[in-house]
T-cell receptor, first 115, second 109 residues
């Protein structure tokens, strides 16, 4: 089991461009979480998805950010019209079907730099 | 809303010395508490959780509801314990984690 995969590992975008971050959960995991880590801060929850459903997006900015987890393929976090403040490390985690005490398995993260 | 506080950004101890990484939380209900660790050039991974009441790599953590704390302790630190440690909380039916800002532990030879 290769673990949670994220790509790209590093992404550079100019202001106004779009950023697409991909996350493939561990085999057998149907729950995906996205977190953002700004410099010198802890990870902040953004969105929680199951296949074809957004369960909780309470941590997502209201504009420019969207996420999906289609029936086939990886989960995608999409940031439109990026701004410098979007520069951060974005982590994806997955867990099997379960309860709030489940361990979450983290990917290596995608470091987004907005020029 | 829940919150996790790790008051120490940096902590250095000598090899063989006891180490305690502090974690305080605020949540009105009964939370699930976790410690995650990130070693250099590795991904974030679970170290331990309070419901398991286990000791991993010599580390233990006890949930103190009166003091709303979940401090991580090890009696004799090793150089390989040097890493970034995050305390995290899962509240109620929500499955997402609320993280503290992390403590960078350095164990000196």
């Amino acid at each position: 089991n290769a673990g949670v995969m994220q790509n790209p590992r590093h992404l550079v975008r100019r202001r106004g461009q779009e950023a697409r971050l991909r996350c493939s959960p561990m085999k057998g995991h149907s729950h995906v979480y996205w977190y953002r880590q700004l410099p010198e801060e802890g990870l902040k929850f953004m969105v929680y998805l199951q296949k074809e459903n957004i369960i909780d997006e309470s941590g997502m900015p209201k504009e420019r950010f969207s996420a999906e987890f289609p029936k086939e393929g990886p989960s995608i976090l999409r940031i439109q019209q990026v701004v410098r403040g979007d520069s951060a490390a974005y982590f994806c985690a997955s867990s099997p079907v379960g309860t709030s005490g489940d361990e979450q398995f983290f990917g290596p993260g995608t470091r987004l730099t907005v020029l | 809303a829940q919150r996790v506080t790790q008051p120490e950004k940096l902590l250095s101890v000598f090899k063989g010395a006891p180490v305690e990484l502090k974690c305080n939380y605020s949540y009105s209900g009964s939370p699930e508490l976790f410690w995650y660790v990130q070693y250099s050039r590795q991904r974030l991974q679970l170290l331990l959780r309070h419901i398991s009441r286990e000791s991993i790599k010599g580390f233990t953590a006890d949930l103190n509801k009166g003091e709303t704390s979940f401090h991580l302790k090890k009696p004799f630190a090793q150089e390989e314990d040097s890493a970034m440690y995050y305390c995290a909380l899962s509240a109620g039916s929500a499955r997402q984690l609320t993280f503290g800002s992390g403590t960078q532990l350095t164990v000196l030879p």
